[in-house]
């Protein structure tokens, strides 16, 4: 143990399960910056615990710094073989000191190597001031950037194949300004112009926590970022600015079973720690069914909408819901949409509505209130309409009544907006029992807010969207979000899904997204994923537990599998042209991975 942590403060946190604790340590947790800075602490004391021992202080090379240079280094030759010459832009800090020692290592190792130093060596401190001196010392051609001359600054960087971002790291808290934001506009300009660009730790400029960009960020082929993963590396700009991200861990897996247990580090990993879901992941959840399994037992959904004019939204979703693996699927939609359903997919138990007054033979709503009393889950918004009046089925009349029948929900588009509509009149709907799917444009109607305060901090709107309506909550888009109720699940409250491509930017792929979840949603609230589950009668508090857990599962799952779907499609098809029905057949596949023979006794 570290000489600067005590005993005592190395109290576990009690709420914390050996699953979470487990999933803190793993490679998947995406850590918040407060929580790495912990860590980084504790292997920094680990070096002054050896030096105050009596034993020789070990050179900056053979340091944490220097195993950051050492796996950067490695990884450079793997990605570019070929390269024999690197220009390395050296900021003021560690991660500059990070920069200095990779360029000692490659110019021992006989490359070309020129560092661009923002800041002279006689203004850095600590290691940083070492590993720049070390770098002299090996013989690196260290050059000052030349302030206020862009001629000669362009000169500095022409002809250099392979480039290294070491100029802020996790660093910067604000906008990049003066040199900073010149030398990175200067390596995007190279980049663009056919150079490779590699950053340590985090492109400078994107906000290692959100995902963020304020003024201008490098863009990176790859990324190398250390200790721990970061949010921000997954979500918002990152797709656009980190490029492919790889993990050096420096020895960290050592300590991390002590670190995650010390009070401060815990307390900030269940608050702010995120979940990185994997196909493994999904496969450990989707268990074969029961060979004795039926329909019955895989649930039902209701799809609900597809107003006048508005049908197509809800034939993807029903549609997807049967593919997700539901046991029945029911469409109440206006009633010109029923012959294309029943074309379309067959499966689907489809019924027109018509929205006459109530009590007449045109009464939609007693169908629908019929409909919603069988279902084990209802997918809602879809092509639903906006009319503000209770009155009108194709609207706000509708959802009420889908709320006020009270089974567990997935709630998509317009319902979305309708719910937002109420919550600016002061009466906010909340429960546990639901999943909200908002794109951002959504999702700043549901918190009130701009988009682009949206986007300036993903996990902040999806956490803030989650606190005020309750249930899970999937922001959409690059770097999927979904915020789930404390203590539902092992493991952090929100998940990341790295995986989709830009052939999603297509009409109808929220669409399928609902369906699935809503599908998933069927099956696992019947205990479809696993025929082993009990399926004995519960009191209310258990069964709205239950109930919640399920959401929460289908909501990870389905944004997972709606993602590799597309990302399998892509692989075979390309990204233009890609439509939502064409994930169909990759979602089959992703649901069935394992092999048919695995079936669980029952």
């Not at 340091?63 to 024999?84: I, K, N, V, Y």
């Not at 399994?293 to 549609?319: C, I, N, R, W």
């Not at 690059?478 to 539902?488: D, H």
């Amino acid at each position: 143990m570290a000489a600067s942590q005590s005993t005592s403060s190395s109290t576990s946190v009690a709420n914390a399960s050996p699953a979470t604790v487990s999933i803190w340590r793993s490679v998947n947790c995406l850590w918040p910056i407060a929580a790495l800075r912990d860590l980084e602490h504790w292997m920094l004391a680990e070096e002054t615990v050896a030096a105050a021992s009596g034993l020789p202080e070990a050179p900056v090379e053979r340091r944490l710094m220097g195993r950051a240079a050492q796996s950067a280094f490695d990884l450079l030759r793997q990605r570019w073989p070929e390269a024999r010459k690197l220009c390395v832009m050296c900021g003021g800090g560690n991660n500059g000191g990070d920069g200095y020692l990779l360029a000692r290592l490659a110019l021992l190792s006989g490359f070309d190597v020129q560092v661009v130093a923002l800041k002279p060596e006689a203004v850095l401190t600590g290691d940083a001031q070492l590993a720049a001196g070390a770098a002299r010392e090996a013989g690196v051609t260290i050059k000052a950037w030349p302030m206020d001359d862009a001629s000669a600054a362009e000169e500095l960087l022409k002809g250099w194949p392979l480039l290294i971002d070491a100029l802020t790291g996790i660093g910067l808290t604000k906008a990049p300004q003066g040199a900073l934001a010149q030398a990175i506009d200067l390596i995007n300009q190279y980049r663009a112009g056919g150079a490779h660009v590699m950053a340590l730790d985090v492109p400078s400029g994107l906000n290692a926590a959100t995902g963020a960009v304020e003024g201008v960020a490098v863009e990176a082929d790859v990324t190398l970022t250390f200790l721990v993963d970061k949010p921000g590396l997954h979500t918002g700009r990152a797709e656009l600015h980190a490029g492919q991200v790889s993990l050096a861990r420096l020895g960290a897996a050592r300590v991390l079973p002590e670190v995650v247990v010390q009070a401060r580090t815990a307390a900030l990993l269940a608050a702010e720690a995120v979940k990185r879901l994997t196909p493994r992941w999904l496969e450990g959840e989707l268990v074969p069914r029961s060979p004795l399994a039926h329909k019955g037992d895989a649930g039902s959904v209701l799809v609900v909408g597809g107003g006048p004019g508005l049908g197509g939204s809800v034939l993807l979703a029903s549609e997807a819901a049967a593919r997700a693996g539901a046991g029945k699927v029911a469409l109440l939609t206006a009633p010109e949409h029923v012959s294309a359903s029943l074309t379309r997919c067959p499966e689907v138990m489809v019924r027109g509505l018509k929205s006459g007054p109530e009590g007449s033979n045109h009464d939609g709503f007693a169908v629908l209130e019929a409909q919603l009393a069988i279902a084990s889950v209802a997918l809602v918004g879809p092509g639903l309409g906006t009319d503000a009046l209770e009155t009108m089925l194709w609207g706000l009349g509708g959802l009420q009544r889908v709320l006020d029948a009270g089974q567990p929900l997935v709630v998509d588009a317009d319902a979305l907006s309708l719910l937002a509509l109420r919550a600016k009149q002061g009466e906010v709907v909340h429960r546990d029992d639901w999943v909200l799917t908002p794109h951002p444009g959504e999702a700043a109607r549901l918190l009130d807010c701009s988009v682009e305060d949206i986007e300036r901090d993903r996990l902040a709107a999806v956490r803030g969207i989650q606190k005020k309506y309750g249930g899970s909550v999937v922001l959409k888009g690059a770097g999927s979000l979904i915020a789930s109720p404390a203590g539902v699940l092992d493991g952090p409250n929100v998940a990341l899904c790295p995986y989709g491509n830009p052939g999603m930017a297509s009409g109808g792929m929220g669409d399928v997204l609902g369906g699935i979840i809503a599908g998933l949603a069927a099956q696992s609230l019947m205990g479809g994923f696993d025929a082993r589950q009990s399926r004995a009668p519960l009191d209310a508090a258990a069964q709205a537990q239950r109930v919640t857990l399920s959401m929460a599962q289908a909501a990870r799952l389905g944004v997972l599998v709606h993602a590799l779907a597309a990302d399998r499609a892509v692989q075979e098809r390309g990204e233009r042209g890609l439509l939502a029905g064409d994930l169909a057949s990759y979602m089959h596949l992703l649901l069935n991975s394992r092999a048919r023979d695995a079936h669980i006794p029952v």
